[in-house]
Every structure is written in C-alpha cells, then in structure tokens.
C-alpha cells in the first residue's frame, strides 16, 4: 500500500506566476483535500475534492484552483503568485468523503515565492 | 479569525515526564477534535481523536480530554520520550470527520534526555 505522493517536493517561482502542485492519493482513498501550511502556522483547509468535484472550499481566492481525476489523484493550481503564497502546500487523502476517520497527509510541496 | 487556540506555542519536558497542551473553541458546531503530530519534513499525521460524547479518551500513553460546556480539549502525553519530540496541532471540524479541519497553530514539543 503506497501511502500519499506529492510533486515537486520543493519549488521556487517569481510574482505574478503560475504553479502546479500534484498529488497522489493512498490506495483506495477518493477523496483528496488540500492544505496550506505558512511557515509556524497549522494546516488552513483550502479544497476538497470528491468524485473529480470540489466538495468544499475554505477561504481562498479564486486564484487557487483544482483538479481531481478518474484514477483519484489531484492537482493544486495557483495563478498570479503573490509573496504570501509562499508556504508548505500539503495534501491528504480519506476514504470517502463521508469518512469519520482519518486523513492521510503526503510530506507536502515547499513552495518559495520571490 | 482564529477557530481553535492552541497553547503553549512551544514545551520543554524531562524524560519521563507529562506534557499537556490545551486547545479552545468557539464554534459549537464542531462535532470532532483530532491531534495530529508532524515531524520536521513530514506531513502530519493522526495521533488520537474524540468526539464530544465522551470526556475522555486514552490510547496508550497519549489522552484526549474534553470539556464541552468549557469549549476546551487537552492532549497529555504520559511518560514522554524523546522521541515524542514533535509539533503537534488539535483541530476541530463539523462534519463529524475529516473534512474541512480547522487546526490551531500548534506546539512544538521538545522532550529532554
């Protein structure tokens, strides 16, 4: 059983670009949800993703965007990097979106805008 | 707006001895309360959960407590070790799962020799 993939591990990208972040969920998981990490700060919630439709979406712009497809894994998309998108961006997989247990995290992509 | 407040912001124990971090909350919407624990270069991962039926739950040497009518949840960590030596978050949710956590800001926890 592979447990949560994330690409790239860490990353560097100017203002005003764009980025994609990917994942892979665990075996057997459908639903994949993703989060940001700042530096010294917790996971904030940013979308979820069920059935290739986001299931739910925290307080983000539209900038930030997703995908998920047939096989389950997941893209995060940010357009138009500003310098306070620089963060551990970390995605996790459960079971099914009605699962009451756990989420699996992935070791995150480090995003550094400059 | 901070959902849940975690504290304190970093601890040091002795081998051997309890660590307790404390988190609150205002939503009384939320039905489900983990602690996750991450080490550096890690994603985090779930060390224990309740649900606000009980006041209390226990797996092996980590213990949640839970005081509803307070709008607060500890965890303690009995005979801590070295390599408990970790940041660790609550978070709260209510969607009775995982969906949408809402974490604190976390503790980092340093056991000592």
């Known amino acids: 059983e592979t447990g949560v993939t994330q690409s790239p591990t860490h990353l560097i990208k100017t203002r005003g670009q764009q980025v994609t972040l990917r994942c892979s969920s665990q075996s057997g998981h459908n639903t994949v949800s993703w989060y940001q990490q700042a530096l010294g700060q917790g996971p904030q919630f940013i979308f979820q993703y069920y059935r290739e439709e986001e299931n739910g979406r925290g307080n983000f712009p539209p900038r930030f965007s997703g995908l998920q497809f047939p096989n389950y894994s997941s893209e995060l998309n940010v357009n138009a990097l500003e310098l306070d998108d620089s963060a551990l961006y970390l995605c996790?997989?459960?079971?099914?979106?009605?699962?009451?247990?756990?989420?699996?995290f992935g070791e995150g992509s480090r995003l550094t805008v400059l | 707006q901070q959902q849940v407040k975690q504290s304190p912001q970093s601890l040091i124990v002795q081998k051997g001895g309890i660590s307790i971090i404390n988190c609150a909350y205002e939503n009384t919407a939320f039905d489900y309360f983990p602690w996750y624990q991450q080490f550096p270069g890690k994603g985090p991962a779930l060390l224990i959960a309740?649900?606000?039926?009980?006041s209390e739950k226990k797996e092996g040497r980590f213990t949640i407590s839970f005081n509803k009518s307070a709008k607060q949840f500890s965890l303690h960590i009995m005979d801590s070790q070295p390599g408990d030596s970790a940041t660790y978050f609550c978070?709260?949710?209510?969607?009775?799962?995982?969906?949408?956590?809402?974490f604190g800001k976390g503790t980092k926890l340093t056991v000592n020799p």
């Open positions: 309740i649900r606000p039926d009980v």
């Open positions: 978070a709260a949710s209510s969607k009775g799962g995982s969906e949408k956590l809402v």
């Open positions: 996790a997989s459960s079971l099914s979106v009605a699962n009451t247990g756990e989420l699996f």
